[in-house]
Nanobody, 129 residues
Framework: QVQLVESGGGLVQAGGSLRLSCTAS????????MGWFRQAPGKEREFVAA????????YYGDPMKGRFSISRDNAKNSVYLQMNSLKPEDTAVYYC??????????????????????WGRGTQVTVSS
């Protein structure tokens, strides 16, 4: 029922920044976690960041800590991913995702793509060296 649409990808030089947006076409509270994953050519899908819809708890993959930040705008039914100090290895298709997770499992399940049942089509991020 909910559609996720990513935007904000593009080409940026190493050390630069990008801000990705993910907007749900229909406001919903059925999914309590929204996150970002990325997939580079020849690599497995990798967890980037996630935020709980209520409470705003955030989670990050190790390579993103200190560089990326995820935020939520309830009024716009959107989540954002601010990416700073970008590196060529950050080049990937970035996917927005939404899922339902119990509060007791947030710390572990947010990084597991199987926990998400709605996915955007992705937006390309390319970081040049």
């Amino acid at each position: 029922q909910v559609q996720l649409v990513e935007s904000g990808g593009g080409l940026v030089q190493a050390g630069g920044s990008l801000r990705l947006s993910c907007t749900a076409s229909v406001r919903t509270f059925a999914r309590n976690v929204m996150g970002w994953f990325r997939q580079a050519p020849g690599k497995e899908r990798e967890f980037v960041a996630a935020v709980s819809w209520t409470g705003g708890s955030t989670y990050y993959g190790d390579p993103m800590k200190g560089r990326f930040s995820i935020s939520r705008d309830n009024a716009k039914n959107s989540v954002y991913l601010q990416m700073n100090s970008l590196k060529p290895e950050d080049t990937a298709v970035y996917y927005c995702a939404a899922g339902v997770m119990s509060s007791s499992t947030l710390a572990t399940m947010t990084s597991d793509p199987v926990a998400y049942d709605y996915w955007g089509r992705g937006t390309q991020v390319t970081v040049s060296s």
